[in-house]
């Protein structure tokens, strides 16, 4: 698990939109050069709706991306920047469960950002 949460704040000419995503969604967070970030989320619940909204059209938009490290001794070290979102893909999969009559929402995400 990926010991880091996540939040996003979204530019755009209307106004500043901001998403906080906790550690237990975060699959993985991968930092190439200088340049390069990809984050996966797998969003659970209620707030996959939240991310959906947030994300969906935003390909070439810019954000401000912040982590905050939940664990001192966690591989990732804080980041803090101004990113462009290059690329996307979001899935509203299938239940987890294979329960009958459980309605449980999820979303998957591979974003994949450039420094600005």
Not at 76 to 97: A, C, H, Q, R, V
């Amino acid at each position: 698990m990926v010991e880091t949460s996540i939040t996003f704040k979204r530019e755009t000419k209307e106004s500043l939109g901001e998403i906080k995503i906790p550690e237990e969604f975060i699959k993985d967070f991968h930092f190439s050069g200088d340049d390069h970030l990809m984050i996966m989320l797998r969003v659970i619940g209620t707030d996959s709706k939240k991310v959906v909204d947030f994300f969906e059209g935003s390909e070439t938009e810019r954000f401000h991306i912040k982590t905050e490290n939940t664990v001192e001794s966690t591989y990732i070290k804080e980041t803090s920047g101004k990113f462009i979102l290059s690329s996307m893909y979001l899935d509203e999969g299938p239940p987890l469960s294979v329960d009958i009559n459980q309605e449980i929402p999820m979303v998957r995400a591979i974003l994949d950002f450039k420094k600005k």
